[in-house]
């Protein structure tokens, strides 16, 4: 299986509503509940109307469409990662799954994810 990394700081921000989130970002992942409205988006882009936000994420995404029947993929990369004990924050969508880590983590993570087998070697670049 592919990881594609991709070269961009991200935000995992809380907004007030969507006004100003900008939706023509190449990414731009929105979550919306009877509590919150989320994004997470490149920092570069981060909405004014934000009312709490962590910045320093980077991303990386399983290359590919993944079947809905395929079971346990995002479970075994979080497990690699957490043994590791590297923290991550997962946005699914309906192709694939996306995998944030802390910039301070990142390579790190990509080299533990390397060594279990998944190639790691395709860059999407700002």
């Known amino acids: ?4 990394r991709i070269d961009y700081d991200f935000s995992i921000c809380k907004v007030e509503d969507y006004s100003l989130a900008d939706l023509t970002m190449e990414y731009c992942f929105f979550a919306k509940t009877d509590e919150e409205n989320s994004i997470v988006c490149i920092t570069e882009y981060v909405p ?8 320093g994420w980077k991303a990386f995404r399983i290359q590919g469409v993944l079947e809905f029947s395929l079971i346990g993929i995002l479970s075994e990369l979080s497990t690699l990662l957490a043994e590791n004990k590297i923290g991550i924050f997962a946005v699914s969508t309906y192709n694939t799954d996306y995998i944030l880590t802390k910039k301070e983590n990142y390579d790190k ?11 790691s070697l395709i860059h999407i670049s700002e």
Do not use: R
């Not at 993570?109 to 190639?119: F, H, Q, T, V």
């Open 48 to 55: 004014e109307n934000t009312i709490a936000c962590d910045h």
């Open 1 to 4: 299986m592919e990881i594609k």
């Open 109 to 119: 993570a990509l080299e533990i994810l390397s060594k279990a087998g998944y190639l």
